[in-house]
């Protein structure tokens, strides 16, 4: 059976001149953790945030209890330099820190970000170095990369080495508010096949009208940025959400 539901509001769609009550207040709706959406302008054209502001909102939201508990602070790094970053992110208090497979095959060791090094960094070596430094990992793949390129990190026998979470993008990364993209579901399906226990994340365009897609597919941490901020009733978009995933995950 898959692992339970997870609602994760990507808080690119909150109010930015009032976040930290944004945040308190989402999780106070029901949601389960938090997805912060940290872009660099250089592997996505967009430039979001960095970690002074995962700092300044830490306080406004308890930290997990347990892992993978309520109050995670999701990171989903979509950055050049993944590596260089774990420290400071977890120093502002990051939870899981969730880099790009297409990031980590082109990018170095550094691990600070003025560090210079012709040393090159790996996915496996990498979710290592997140584990030594006391935060959950994750891993992403875009649209148009392959699902099977995670096989080998997946089944690696060394646990360290293997992600807590792998996220499969179903818009293009960079932009909040695309449209879904159905096809990208075939990858879910498919590592939900392989991995019947892992937590598997979902990203762009997700809402009541698309949650039922991604469900029956085998997601259970689901991410919605406008669906939920943009609501009426966030309380009501999130337990709808919650739903969809339970039920189906019950019935398999």
């Known amino acids: 059976m898959a692992p339970p ?11 930015f001149a009032a976040l930290g ?8 709706q029901g949601c389960d953790w938090l997805h912060i959406d940290i872009m660099d302008g250089h592997f996505v054209p967009n430039i979001t945030f960095g970690a002074p502001v995962v700092t300044k909102i830490r306080p406004h939201v308890g ?3 347990t892992s993978l508990g309520k109050g995670t602070f999701d990171c989903h790094m979509m950055i050049a330099e993944p590596k260089k970053w774990v420290k400071d992110f977890q120093k502002a208090g990051c939870d899981l820190y969730c880099f790009h497979y297409e990031a980590a095959i082109d990018s170095t060791a550094a691990e600070n970000p003025a560090d210079e090094t012709e040393k090159r960094t790996n996915p496996k070596e990498l979710i290592h170095y997140i584990h030594d430094n006391g935060m959950l990992a994750g891993i992403a ?9 995670l096989w080998d990190i997946l089944r690696n026998p060394t646990k360290s080495e293997r992600p807590d979470m792998v996220l499969v993008m179903t818009v293009h990364p960079g932009f909040g508010g695309q449209k879904f993209m159905a096809s990208e579901l075939p990858k879910v ?11 598997i994340e979902v990203d762009g365009g997700l809402s009541e009208d698309t949650i039922d897609q991604a469900a029956e597919a085998g997601a259970n ?16 978009v999130i337990s709808k959400l919650r739903e969809a995933v339970e039920k189906r995950r019950l019935s398999n």
């Open 63 to 65: 930290r997990p209890k």
């Open 21 to 28: 009550a944004a945040c308190s207040d989402t999780i106070g």
């Open 221 to 236: 941490v689901i991410v919605a940025g406008s669906a939920v901020f943009g609501a009426k009733d966030p309380a009501d």
């Open 5 to 15: 539901a997870i609602i994760a509001p990507s808080i690119l769609s909150a109010d």
């Open 141 to 149: 793949i875009k649209p148009e990369t392959p699902v099977n390129v």
């Open 189 to 199: 399906k498919a590592l939900r096949e392989r991995y019947p226990e892992l937590n």
